[in-house]
Nanobody
């Protein structure tokens, strides 16, 4: 069973920084990507960033590019999302996700409905 431990959310002022951490255990997939999605109140969940250590790729949506950095020391360590220059529009619940298909943008997580591939979420609030 895949298990997640997320941390690092909180309240920060505009222009501030936060670092999210996601530790995943119980993975049995041969290849996978790990990334972050977020969901703001009244909006759909959207991708933010993704990393695939097997393929040595990272991915960022346009809203994250240049401000956020995803990293991990190796395939089994926590995955971090360093978020700098935060804006009020970054306010959302951030979810760690595992993509068993290993897609570079972690979009494969949607191919497995009913699988436990999502973390519990951590709240990020950016005040203006």
């Amino acid at each position: 069973e895949v298990q997640f431990v997320e941390s690092g959310g909180g309240l920060v002022q505009t222009g501030g920084s936060l670092r999210l951490s996601c530790s995943v255990s119980g993975l049995t997939f041969e290849r996978y990507s790990i990334g972050w999605y977020r969901q703001a109140p009244g909006k759909e969940r959207e991708g933010v960033s993704c990393i695939n250590n097997n393929e040595n790729t990272t991915y960022y949506t346009s809203s994250a590019k240049g401000r956020f950095t995803i990293s991990s020391d190796n395939a089994k360590s926590p995955v971090y999302l360093q978020m700098n220059s935060l804006k009020p529009e970054d306010t959302a619940v951030y979810y760690c996700a595992v993509d068993p298909a290993g897609m570079p943008d972690c979009s494969g997580v949607h191919y497995y409905p009913g699988w436990n591939l999502w973390g519990q979420g951590t709240q990020v609030t950016v005040s203006s």
